[in-house]
């Protein structure tokens, strides 16, 4: 005999337990299915393990794709301040970390996750995971969901919470249940992940953070800007600005273009000034070795890097370098090119592009547009966001104003 609830959640990340919470406070019977055999396994990995909830820089214009504005009802209705009173009222204590405006739990307190799930319980709402829904189809004006080795679960609303990549360890990807409820999404693509270049020398340089300005060219056509830390590693480069113009690579090279990283390591700095800072070094050190002299502006691993490139002989004194190699030096320091060969795909990404079209769901409440009774929240949406806490805020918004918005 078949299980029957009022809502049932697909997906116990951040977004379906939210929307659960919200559902059962309004005395509504509410089972979330989780098809990995943790909850919010996917949440503990973002932030290159910060795990925050949300961003004090939070803003619609951090948010991307043609229809960015879509999460503005959502973030408006649950901004920071009434973010934060929440999980007060769940007792986390949330801080802004030091860097990147991350708004995170402290250490010592208890764990979101854990949080949300007493606060689903408490409120009478059930979650059960290693339960993969493989198909979900329409029962007169509900749903029924079909999973392995139990009779299926009937439902009169339904909240799809699902979609975005799922580690291998966590269980796998979820089946595409999209199109059994009337919508398509679009492709997907790996976004916020390390980024890998045709180059061998920036490998060399594993280990060293900097801050840069990075942008992504498809020929002259700029894909994406982003300024903030980058983080060399023997695979590929990482970090906040990498993040950020990381959701542009696989779609451009799946469209069939040769992408270009250009790295400027003097953000903030005009080309001139830069000019003028490395004359006035190497002016005040003519007999000391390049090496030395050029670690007064970058760092020194980076600075042999270059002078290598620009054909330096080792222990070269600063009055033995020629002019057009002091200009391929600057060069170097403010628009370094690199030759952009891909990401490291799913495995690593802590989000995705592609989803379902938020065009088809109502931003006031999440409802689908074209399937009655069911809702749409999270990274099943077609969202895309800069790095450090803002999918997290829009998927926590998203689920909240989907779970007070379920009639009942």
């Known amino acids: 005999m078949s299980e029957s609830k009022d809502v049932v959640v697909i ?13 059962a406070r309004r005395g509504l019977s509410v089972l979330v299915l989780e098809g990995a055999p943790q909850i919010g396994a996917r949440y503990c990995y973002t932030g290159m393990g910060a795990a925050p909830v949300s961003n004090v820089g939070m803003a619609v214009d951090r948010f991307h794709g043609r229809n960015a504005r879509f999460v503005d009802d ?25 860097y990147y405006g991350l708004v995170q739990p402290v250490e010592s307190g208890p764990s979101v996750v854990a949080a949300l799930l007493h606060a689903l319980t408490e ?18 004006n509900g ?39 009337g919508h398509t999404p679009g492709p997907r693509f790996p976004a916020l992940v390390p980024v890998t270049v045709a180059e061998a020398w920036p490998r060399t340089l594993a280990g060293l953070w900097m801050d840069v300005d990075l942008r992504l060219y498809s020929g002259r056509h700029t894909l994406a800007e982003s300024t903030g830390s980058m983080l060399f590693t023997s695979g590929a480069l990482t970090g906040e600005a990498v993040f950020n113009i990381s959701r542009e690579v696989e779609p451009g090279l799946a469209r069939g273009e040769e992408l270009e990283l250009a790295v400027n390591f003097h953000p903030g700095m005009e080309r001139d000034d830069v000019r003028e800072w490395l ?5 005040e ?17 980076l600075g ?10 080792p222990g070269a004194r600063v009055m033995q370098l020629s002019e057009s190699q002091r200009e391929g030096l600057l060069r170097e320091m403010t628009d370094t090119r690199l030759c952009v060969t891909g990401t490291l795909g799913m495995r690593a990404a802590e989000s995705a592009t592609g989803g379902i079209n938020v065009r088809e769901v109502d931003p006031r409440s999440f409802a689908s547009k074209l399937t009655p009774g069911l809702y749409v929240v999270g990274r099943a949406l077609d969202v895309s966001a800069d790095w450090g ?10 689920g909240r104003l989907a779970g007070i918005s379920l009639p009942q």
């Open 74 to 98: 959502a973030i408006s209705a649950f901004a920071l301040p009434e973010l934060r009173d929440w999980f007060h009222r769940e007792d986390v204590a949330l801080q802004d970390a030091p």
């Open 389 to 398: 806490g803002f999918e997290q805020h829009f998927a926590l918004a998203s």
């Open 304 to 313: 042999e890097a270059m002078l290598e490139h620009q054909k330096v002989k």
């Open 279 to 283: 004359r006035r070094v190497f002016g």
């Open 143 to 181: 749903f029924e969901c079909a999973l392995a080795d139990r009779p299926p679960i009937r439902s009169s609303r339904l909240i799809l919470a699902t979609g975005a990549p799922n580690l291998p360890q966590l269980g796998g990807e979820y089946p595409d249940l999209a199109a059994a409820l």
């Open 123 to 140: 409120a009478g709402g059930e979650v059960e995971t290693d339960a993969r829904v493989h198909n979900v189809v329409r029962a007169g």
């Open 285 to 301: 050190r003519t007999r000391e070795h390049s090496d030395t002299a050029l670690d007064f502006i970058v760092p020194r691993r």
């Open 11 to 23: 997906g116990a990340g951040l977004s379906g337990l939210m929307g659960a919470i919200e559902s």
